[in-house]
Nanobody, 124 residues
Framework: QVQLVESGGGSVQAGGSLRLSCAAS????????MAWFRQVPGKEREEVAR???????GYASSVKGRFTISRDNAKGTLYLQMNSLKPEDTAMYYC??????????????????WGQGTQVTVSS
């Protein structure tokens, strides 16, 4: 199975920060788009942020101004820097990727590959 492995989750107090990492195999890291999703049990999965091959980014309104998605091409790693964390950010966070060739994400695109998830818990 394609390797896409998240790390960096944990428990923090409200107002704190975490940085999530996603190590990806070259074949999918080099594709057009990668993203972070999160999901709370019993609720719909939410796309948090996405980043295109050429570096363009997009964010959910719920995290805009607090979270930053980035990628380190030398390491083949995707990151999500999460600042000013709130209890409502508590969720399982998943790395996702579209390995399709191309420079940009697409609004209606899918993400065929997913990591196993890393838990983020924010206490008040």
């Amino acid at each position: 199975q394609v390797q896409l492995v998240e790390s960096g989750g944990g428990s923090v107090q409200a107002g704190g920060s975490l940085r999530l990492s996603c190590a990806a195999s070259y074949s999918i890291y080099s594709g057009r788009c990668m993203a972070w999703f999160r999901q709370v049990p019993g609720k719909e999965r939410e796309e948090v942020a996405r980043i295109a091959k050429v570096g363009g980014t997009g964010y959910a309104s719920s995290v805009k101004g607090r979270f930053t998605i980035s990628r380190d091409n030398a390491k083949g790693t995707l990151y999500l820097q999460m600042n000013s964390l709130k209890p409502e950010d508590t969720a399982m966070y998943y790395c996702a990727a579209d390995p399709s060739p191309g420079p940009y994400c697409d609004v209606n695109q899918g993400f065929p590959y997913w990591g196993q998830g890393t838990q983020v818990t924010v206490s008040s």
